[in-house]
């Protein structure tokens, strides 16, 4: 039985691999359109996103026999608790 390895992604070649990671999951699929990598790569951005000035984010990657498989970021919007008195994260780009 194959294991499923959880990792937490935090260098830039890693965050790469988060972004590019539909490419080799869709490839076959003729209906998908690719997002644009710089779009993508500002978007995870923690130093230029301004979203990061009142939320955090962690992302995380999914590999079964060495071979990457899933991604998921998991965030917290300190903005969004603060106006709906909620304490609550969100999970993101599946």
């Known amino acids: 039985m194959s294991q499923i ?3 937490k992604i935090e260098s830039k070649s890693e965050i790469m691999q988060f972004i590019k990671l539909p490419w080799k999951i869709y ?6 359109v690719p997002p644009l ?3 993508r790569k500002k978007m995870l951005d923690k130093e230029h996103n301004p ?8 992302y995380f990657m ?5 071979e990457a498989v899933g991604r998921i970021a998991a965030i917290q919007n300190d ?3 603060q106006v709906h008195e909620e304490n609550i994260g969100f999970f ?3």
């Open 5 to 7: 390895e959880i990792k």
């Open 51 to 58: 979203f990061f000035l009142h939320g955090s984010a962690d």
């Open 79 to 81: 903005l969004h608790n």
């Open 62 to 66: 999914a590999y079964k026999n060495g």
């Open 27 to 32: 490839k076959d699929y003729p209906c998908w």
């Open 92 to 94: 993101w780009i599946f």
């Open 37 to 39: 990598i710089m779009d």
